[in-house]
């Protein structure tokens, strides 16, 4: 697992209490993972280049938070993963049609991550579709209202196994189902005595199991009940999920806290 994940996932819980954190309880908290102090401080150093993380001197230390940026970010993630499939659906698709010419390949690239990073999958070159009504924040987010290279629109094929076969064309659904399975066998197992682990376990816990989780759901479309493949895992592991980050907040961040005021 890389740093900046780690990162990402220890900022998540300091979003939920507010505030920041100063720089060595947070590489105390990254030598949790086996991060050495260098390669914290590097990670950190990076992800403030990058607009994500502010500091602030305070004393002889500094202090580091998430900016408004990265408090998006983690809304965004959250949003999008830590809310079940929904049991109904519109019959509506989200569609993302792009002309964008081989020559800027940078800017294609960085709309198909952010496409792949909502749960978009992709039906031929230039065109990526989702279950979900997400127009209005997807048109923020891609910046397109004054792009005419970008359009966003829903559409409908009429029939709901014409949907479910282009869902199986626009996303690799087996491989989903493996990585749900993966998930299951790796944590379900650590259910027994979840409620008793120490303040710093449950914190470590908690950080991996999140990190685990937002990086699972990226590869899902989060396909509505009607979509599902017979035997879909996603609905196991989301409950699962559930529990275990129930057993965890509390204590989790109950020692980030005494970590950060101590």
């Known amino acids: 697992m890389h740093s900046r994940d780690i990162v990402t996932a220890v900022l998540e819980s300091l979003d939920t209490l507010g505030g920041g954190l100063r720089l060595a309880p947070f590489t105390a908290l990254l030598g949790l993972f086996d991060i050495r102090p260098d390669a914290a401080r590097a990670t950190l150093s990076r992800m403030r280049r990058e607009g994500l993380l502010s500091t602030e001197k305070i004393g002889r230390?500094?202090?580091?938070?998430?900016?408004?940026?990265?408090?998006?970010?983690?809304?965004?993630?959250?949003?999008?993963?830590?809310?079940?499939?929904?049991?109904?659906?519109?019959?509506?698709?989200?569609?993302?049609l792009y002309q964008i010419p081989e020559s800027d390949r940078a800017r294609r690239e960085k709309l198909k991550r952010r496409l792949i990073d909502r749960g978009y999958g992709q039906i031929n070159p230039t065109t990526w579709i989702s279950p979900r009504d997400d127009r209005e924040s997807l048109r923020c987010d891609l910046c397109c209202d004054d792009d005419p290279s970008v359009v966003v629109l829903t559409s409908r094929t009429g029939s709901l196994e014409r949907d479910r076969e282009l869902a199986a064309r626009a996303w690799d659904l087996a491989d989903v189902v493996a990585q749900y399975d993966d998930f299951l066998r790796e944590w379900e197992p650590r259910l027994?005595?979840?409620?008793?682990?120490?303040?710093?376990?449950?914190?470590?816990?908690?950080?991996?199991?999140?990190s685990d989780w937002f990086h699972l759901p990226r590869h899902d479309p989060r396909l509505p009940l009607p979509l599902q493949p017979q035997g879909w895992p996603g609905q196991a592991a989301f409950v699962l999920f559930n529990r275990l980050s129930t057993a965890l907040d509390a204590p989790a961040l109950a020692h980030l806290k005494a970590l950060r005021e101590g």
């Open 61 to 96: 230390e500094v202090e580091y938070a998430p900016t408004d940026q990265m408090r998006q970010r983690l809304k965004a993630e959250r949003d999008r993963s830590l809310v079940p499939p929904s049991p109904d659906w519109s019959g509506d698709w989200t569609l993302v």
């Open 192 to 210: 027994a005595g979840i409620d008793r682990v120490s303040g710093r376990e449950a914190f470590r816990l908690r950080a991996l199991l999140m």
